[in-house]
Nanobody, 127 residues
Framework: QVQLVESGGGLVQAGGSLSLSCAASGRTFTTYAMGWFRQVPGKEREFVAAIHSWSGSITFYADSVRGRFTISRDNAKNTVYLQMNSLKPEDTAVYYC???????????????????WGQGTQVTVSL
């Protein structure tokens, strides 16, 4: 089992940047694929980005954030990051990190595929 704690959310103006972190407990972090999702009230949780367990070079992004957001992981620190640049008001949401032990090389992109979740961190982008 793994516990996840996000940090780094806040208020930023449109065009600005924020960096989110997700710290994972346990000694098996390297066996988990990690994902970032976001959710606004009244809507389903939306996939943002994912990174594979054993290779930080295997990543996947939602079309809405590709080219602006970067996911990365530091296995020595049991931490996954989401660098968010060129933020837009529509990026405003609660951001969650999630973990799953992948069974294929294909990264999971739906919330139902992930087993563990953090508590979320609010990101607000103002005009």
């Amino acid at each position: 089992q793994v516990q996840l704690v996000e940090s780094g959310g806040g208020l930023v103006q449109a065009g600005g940047s924020l960096s989110l972190s997700c710290a994972a407990s346990g000694r098996t972090f390297t066996t988990y694929a990690m994902g970032w999702f976001r959710q606004v009230p009244g809507k389903e949780r939306e996939f943002v980005a994912a990174i594979h367990s054993w290779s930080g070079s295997i990543t996947f992004y939602a079309d809405s954030v590709r080219g602006r957001f970067t996911i990365s992981r530091d296995n020595a620190k049991n931490t996954v990051y989401l660098q968010m640049n060129s933020l837009k008001p529509e990026d405003t949401a609660v951001y969650y990190c999630a973990a799953v032990r992948p069974i294929t090389v294909v990264l999971p992109t739906t919330s139902s595929e992930y087993d563990y979740w953090g508590q979320g961190t609010q990101v607000t982008v103002s005009l």
